[in-house]
């Protein structure tokens, strides 16, 4: 069986790294999942989601012309749900707006009043 790249296989978990986990595949070839394709969340230990022996299903990423093979177990997943921020982008915050028009109004009356005071004092 020859592996193609974007192909879906099973392995088992041989060794694992602090940055990734070396994995066999059908004939007798071996491949790697770095940390960053092991899950969608942040993965500090490796240990932490896989052990060796461990049987995996996991995507052919990228075969080197050296032999490497790169594989991903995170694109097989669907990605979590973006979360929504917990508070609103700058200048979306209504009450800041209704303020800052009512500040400007504000100065813009004092700023005329000003005004019409100079130039009642002038006559």
Do not use: C, W
Not at 9 to 35: P, Q, R, S, W, Y
Not at 39 to 52: A, C, F, G, W
Not at 83 to 89: I, L, Y
């Amino acid at each position: 069986m020859s592996l193609e790249i974007g192909s879906i296989v099973e392995g088992k978990v041989v060794k694992t790294t602090n940055f990734g986990a070396f994995v066999e595949l059908d004939e007798g070839k071996t491949g790697l999942i770095h940390i960053s394709e092991i899950s969608h969340t942040y993965v500090r230990d490796v240990k932490e989601h896989l052990h060796e022996n461990d049987v995996v299903r996991v995507k052919v990423v990228s075969v080197k012309p050296d032999g490497k093979i790169d594989l991903s177990m995170k694109q097989l997943e669907d990605p979590p749900p973006r979360e929504e921020r917990s508070r609103p982008r700058r200048g979306a915050d209504p009450s800041f707006e209704r303020m800052m028009k009512q500040f400007m109004r504000s100065s813009e009356e004092k700023h005329a009043d000003i005004k019409r005071n100079r130039e009642a004092k002038r006559a």
